[in-house]
């Protein structure tokens, strides 16, 4: 098992920043691509970014050249550098793994709120 702790959400006006960590424990073989997901009130959970263990990454076209997304293998963290930050960003974020046989471990999120 994986298990993924969430950090660092809060409530910031618009044009902020915010940054949030995930922190990975467990069967620490099996962590693999990580990624950052929120979902907003009243729609689906939506992927932010991912990285992998190379530190290749994707990042949704809503939130490319304002987030960041990062991954320090040696402590088992990601971290989502978030600038500029718009109401629409508000949303629960959740940290995931998938590990290498597709498995995936998802964190509780942690709330972030955008005021305008």
């Known amino acids: 098992q994986v298990r993924l702790v969430e950090s660092g959400g809060d409530f910031v006006q618009a044009g902020g920043s915010l940054r949030l960590s995930c922190a990975a424990s467990?069967?620490?073989?099996?962590?693999?691509?990580m990624g950052w997901y929120r979902q907003a009130p009243g729609k689906q959970r939506e992927l932010v970014a991912d990285?992998?263990?190379?530190?290749?990454?994707n990042y949704a076209d809503s939130v490319k050249g304002r987030f960041t997304i990062s991954r320090d293998n040696a402590k088992n963290m990601v971290y989502l550098q978030m600038n500029s930050l718009k109401p629409e960003d508000t949303a629960v974020y959740y940290c995931?793994?998938?590990?290498?046989?597709?498995?995936?471990?998802w964190g509780k999120g942690t709330r972030v709120t955008v005021s305008s």
């Open positions: 467990g069967i620490l073989a099996r962590i693999n691509v």
């Open positions: 995931k793994n998938r590990d290498f046989v597709g498995i995936e471990y």
């Open positions: 990285i992998t263990r190379t530190g290749s990454t």
